[in-house]
């Protein structure tokens, strides 16, 4: 009788695998999951140094993973199929740490990097080749109903832990700070950084292989300090021209100029 049940098992699983492989390669939706698959496959090669093989990018990614199950979820969330696309949705989340509302669209080659703690809300629409690193929410600002989260453009990258929210448009081939809070709508080819996000780069060249160089990105707060740092130095000058006394005073203590140096050094991460 065991045996029996063994065999009974062993059919059953071959007969879902061989209709599994009839699926993937004899029918048209099939045909299709094949192909994005092998277009998640190439993203990751292309944006990910870290990346070594195929079977590494099959197994150890959870963002390819977590993608995946959404596109099942979705899939079913269009069909109106109750209750299912959640729990797909909630098992994603368990395993990845990546939570992608079923009702989110998303184009090709969406990369989620490093994901854990992403979150997608459910009426995200998110463009075709978007970067997205740990610690993004595209989430809604209340409870309000209808669309209520944000509108991502294609070439999008977006940087650790930023937050975008309500139901604003990222325009094509914008880029977000690390840690960036956005609650306005962000023109395309542009870098946006800082809480409450403002715009620091304008009509920049279009994203080859996403990256953001937070080396030299602009500092809005810093760049305020340092127009602030070249008026006194102006006013200093005037007023050494106007007032002798005041110049014999300023020869009496420490060079303006180390003390310029300092200030503009905060520009720089050196701190006040």
């Excluded at 879902?16 to 299709?32: D, E, F, I, N, V």
């Excluded at 975008?164 to 094509?172: H, N």
């Amino acid at each position: 009788m065991r045996s029996e049940g063994k065999r009974s098992g062993s059919l059953g699983a071959l007969a879902l695998g061989g209709a599994s492989l009839a699926y993937l390669y004899l029918t048209a939706p099939g045909k299709s999951f094949r192909d994005t698959l092998r277009q998640d496959v190439r993203v990751i090669k292309e944006r990910d140094p870290a990346a070594r093989g195929l079977v590494e990018i099959l197994t150890c990614y959870s963002g390819l993973h977590a993608i995946l199950f959404h596109r099942v979820a979705h899939a079913l969330w269009e069909r109106e199929v109750p209750l299912v696309p959640r729990l797909i949705s909630q098992i994603s989340h368990v395993l990845t740490q990546i939570e992608i509302h079923p009702g989110a669209t998303i184009g090709e080659g969406l990369f989620i990097d490093h994901g854990s703690g992403v979150v997608i809300g459910e009426t995200s629409e998110i463009g075709r080749n978007v970067t997205i690193y740990q610690g993004v929410t595209l989430g809604g600002t209340g409870k309000e109903v209808g669309k209520r989260h944000p509108t991502i453009g294609d070439n999008v990258v977006i940087g650790t832990g930023a937050k975008i929210l309500g139901s604003i448009v990222v325009g094509d081939n914008a880029k977000i700070g690390a840690g960036s809070v956005v609650v306005h709508t962000v023109p395309a080819n542009s870098t946006v950084v800082g809480n409450p996000g403002r715009p620091v780069i304008t009509d920049g060249t279009k994203v080859g292989i996403p990256d953001i160089d937070y080396t030299h990105l602009p500092d809005p707060v810093a760049e305020a300090m340092k127009c602030v740092v070249r008026r006194l130095v102006e006013l200093e000058n005037e007023l050494d021209e106007v007032c002798p006394p005041h110049r014999k005073l300023v020869q009496e203590r420490h060079s303006l100029d180390e003390e310029i140096s300092n200030l503009t050094g905060f520009y720089l991460g050196a701190g006040i």
